[in-house]
């Protein structure tokens, strides 16, 4: 897959993962990880990132007597979010005219 492409789809997957509720790295990469294989050393580049586009915001609470960070998704964010998905509908109508020669010999194939 293409890296940015992917880099693309990591940082979704990120902003989905806080979408419903505010999250700490090593939770962000528990919820991720059945469906995409990430590391917490990959996840925190990411993490910076859309915080300085401010796409979430960063807060510190304690935690069992430490400070741990949660992070928190911004309008900008849920936006991003919104353009993926509209951006999801288009990729897939390309990939179903790329397809669609398999897909017509599939059915052909079963009608068979």
């Not at 925190?44 to 510190?60: C, D, F, K, M």
Request: aromatic share 10%.
């Amino acid at each position: 897959m293409d890296i940015q492409m992917k880099r693309g789809l990591l940082d979704v997957c990120v902003l989905a993962a806080i979408k419903e509720h505010d999250s700490y790295g090593y939770q962000i990469v528990k919820d991720i990880k059945p469906y995409v294989d990430i590391s917490e050393s990959t996840l925190y580049p990411i993490l910076r990132r859309l915080e300085a586009t401010n796409q979430l915001q960063v807060y510190s609470t304690e935690h069992s007597g430490r400070l741990r960070k949660y992070y928190h998704i911004t309008p900008l964010g849920l936006q991003r979010i919104e353009e993926f998905r509209s951006d999801w509908r288009e990729l897939q109508s390309i990939y179903g005219y790329i397809f669609r020669e398999e897909l017509n010999h599939e059915q052909t194939d079963i009608l068979l």
